[in-house]
């Protein structure tokens, strides 16, 4: 009986010694270590001046904190690839940081940053790019915001050529621009929040965009199911609504030259106004909501609706739905 009881015992030590040896040996998770935490945020200086990929390196890591805010000092080298991770880029400050990509070399990526299921917010940051080169492209699902971002990014012989490129249900905001051009395609959204002036924007494929504040565009065009509102005293230089395209202006907004064909649709709403001239393809929707129009002149189009309530057009207020637009 003795005996059996040290067998037991024997196998009882040697079962609990082999359990703790496993334990030993296994890689920790986050159910298996109680103490481990999630950073919030990590902040890292990344010196390009001393090491041109430093941000490349920083870029390609894996970090556990959710956001990470990198702040580059000196010129970094490009292509930049991110994907799947939570950065801040900011200028230091100085402003001595920014992003280049070499002239004169050939890349496989057609972007001098990419952005793939990513998060990514720019600060202050300067993209030197050779010709032909977009400064960013954000896809598959990306989150990114622009504050203060500039670039040299152009095609000296491609008329359609666009700096930022917002595709594959990405979105995008913008603040703080300047003669910058942006492309919106693929179900994708992008918001201009203010203080941006002279931009270019293109919204196609079921996208839409939006001016939420007295931002200015020196234009705007809208195709193939593409959305636009300039909003809260926007104001657009020439705006281009093409194949079931929409857009409206609203709250003392501003559209100069409108051109418009396809299908398309354009509203004006409270208080806003359209100087023209107007130049109407096809069957087309034309509506003031209590808005102004001048250099208006009457179209033969009885297949389009041109309609204004409460509208002031050409310095004469037509009350209620009266006013039509149409060559009597």
Known sequence: MKSNRLIKLALLSFSALSAQHVLAH????????????IEKKLGLDI?????????????????????????????????????????????DAGLSGSIRVKHNQEYQQKAAVLLSSSNVAFKNINIDVPNDMPAVEIKANSLAKFNHVSTNAK???DSSFLQ???????????????????????????????RSDQIKLEVYDTSAAQSAQNNHFRSVQVAGNGYFLGDNQSNVNLLMIWSKG??????????????MGGQSHFAAYKESLVAGPYSLWGNVVFELEHSTAYNWKAVDK???????????VNGKLYPGWSWTGQAK
């Open 26 to 37: 296994q890689t920790p998770t986050v159910l298996d270590n109680e103490d481990y935490e």
């Open 47 to 91: 010196d390009c001046g001393a090491d041109a990929s430093a941000l490349q390196k920083a870029l390609g890591k894996a970090y556990s904190a959710q956001l990470v805010q990198l702040t580059v000092t000196g010129e970094c080298a490009g292509p930049l690839y991110i994907q799947h991770g939570r950065f801040e880029i900011i200028n």
């Open 155 to 157: 095609s000296p012989n």
């Open 164 to 194: 930022f490129l917002i595709t594959d249900n990405s979105t995008a905001y913008f603040e703080k621009m300047s003669g910058n051009s942006v492309g919106v395609y693929g179900s994708s959204f992008v918001e201009f929040s203010k």
């Open 246 to 259: 929409a857009a409206e202006i609203n709250n003392q907004s501003r559209v100069g030259e409108i051109m």
């Open 302 to 312: 009885p297949y389009s609706i041109i309609i204004g309530n409460n509208a002031h």
